[in-house]
């Protein structure tokens, strides 16, 4: 395999749960030598979270926790004590990239703050990823992923128009966080390469999902209107909906600016409806103005009779933009999926051989690696012996719970 793109790029990993490992994770995948500092005794929290492979609540059999540190070295450290700290300096000084996910208290409360840092390294970039970031009134806020989604306005947008706003599914707010302070650590990697000076990169999960929004802040900004949730069926003169087929669920949409709404007649094999007033490509104020129990005895008894892939291909025929609504084991069995190598198999000397999600994008001529998750501490020996330690200092430090 060729030399991956962060080869020559050293980590110091402080990050826990979802936000930061995520960002961490793209950095190792790419090469960058990642070690992941964890709490002496139960590292990172993610440990124990579910779901385990074979319902085994095992610290090491994580899925979360397998998926999201792959290609890391794993080492213990107590930072609130005094040798703890002293070590973690040590450390400090031969790296590129410092990520924490802590509230914005934590590092300077541990006089570890960005500015106490870039003094024994100026060329640190350190990125600090929190839910409303390093400054404003919000800032010590307590929050979670559900917090999260309510005050950055993605759960404002989401559900019926008629109901109360919902939760998106999944952790949303810290996936979508996650490649985005990838991305600005490498903007700063990028200038301290250039500058031979580091710089305090400051993320917010609230800020991550505003940019995911865009669509609402744009509306509001030319209309002065605020979005409102889920979306009226014909708003665009055309149909987007959900519909069952005889296996599952897919997405019928009827075509950009309602080219393809003449179309539907041919895809449920009644051309005689061309005629109908819902398929007038010049007027789609009459289709908006009918109603939706109509339109839906019109197409229904065909979706009905035939698989949802049977009627996406054919949709796509006719260059309609519809497609499945998969599952998760439909995902793992996509074959556009597998066409692309996204899904691989890596094998863990404790939680077995697992299949594992890829990359969210693809580089042709520096490939991300497959390697997984560390064991808890399993690399205390290797990264502390190349600092001096020696096993009995080893021993002594583990005796006093600063490893």
């Not at 806020?141 to 989401?158: D, P």
């Not at 296996?247 to 009644?270: E, H, K, Q, S, T």
């Not at 006719?318 to 084991?329: S, Y």
């Not at 999926?337 to 994008?361: C, S, W």
Request: glycine letters at 10%; charged letters at 25%.
């Amino acid at each position: 395999m060729a030399e991956q793109a962060l080869s020559d790029v050293k980590v110091l990993d402080l990050t826990w749960h979802i936000s930061g490992p995520y960002c961490t994770k793209l950095l190792a995948d790419y090469g960058a030598d990642v070690i992941k500092v964890e709490r002496p005794g139960t590292g990172d929290p993610a440990r124990s979270m579910g779901p385990f492979f074979k319902d085994d609540p095992h610290p090491e059999k994580s899925g979360l926790f397998l998926h999201l540190n792959t290609n890391k070295r794993s080492i213990t450290l107590n930072l609130k004590s005094q040798s703890g700290k002293r070590i973690f300096k040590e450390l400090l000084e031969d790296v590129d990239i410092l990520v924490e996910n802590f509230s914005p208290r934590v590092m300077p409360s541990l006089g570890l703050g960005y500015e106490e840092l870039r003094k024994i390294n100026p060329r640190l970039v350190m990125t600090s990823i929190s839910t409303f970031g390093q400054t404003g009134p919000y800032r010590d806020y307590k929050a979670t992923e559900i917090v999260g989604q309510a005050m950055g306005g993605l759960r404002y947008i989401t559900g019926q128009p008629d109901r109360e706003p919902i939760k998106v599914g999944g952790s949303q707010a810290q996936f979508t966080t996650g490649p985005g302070a990838f991305v600005a650590t490498l903007c700063a990697l990028y200038g301290q390469r250039q500058t031979g000076l580091g710089q305090h990169v400051d993320v917010a999960i609230m800020e991550s999902i505003m940019s995911s929004i865009e669509a609402a802040d744009i509306y509001y900004s030319a209309y002065g209107a605020i979005q409102r949730r889920g979306w009226y069926r014909y708003a665009y003169g055309y149909i987007i909906d959900l519909y069952m087929a005889k296996d599952g669920y897919f997405l019928l949409a009827g075509g950009v600016a309602g080219a393809g709404m003449n179309n539907i007649p041919l895809l449920v094999d009644r051309p005689e409806l061309l005629d109908h007033p819902f398929f007038d490509r010049a007027d789609p104020r009459a289709r908006i103005a009918a109603s939706n129990e109509e339109f839906d005895a019109l197409v229904t008894p065909y979706f009905k009779e035939h698989t949802k892939m049977e009627i996406v291909e054919k949709a796509q025929e006719l260059r309609m933009p519809t497609g499945p609504c998969q599952t998760t084991q439909e995902l793992v069995n996509c074959p556009q999926l597998k066409a692309r190598g996204y899904f691989g198999a890596i094998d863990h000397p404790v939680a077995g051989k697992l299949t594992y999600p890829g990359m969210p994008f693809i580089m042709s001529e520096t490939p991300h690696r497959w390697g997984r998750a560390p064991l808890l501490g399993e690399h205390n020996e290797e990264v502390y012996g190349r600092l001096g330690y020696t096993r009995d200092d080893l021993v002594t430090l583990r005796e006093r719970g600063v490893i």
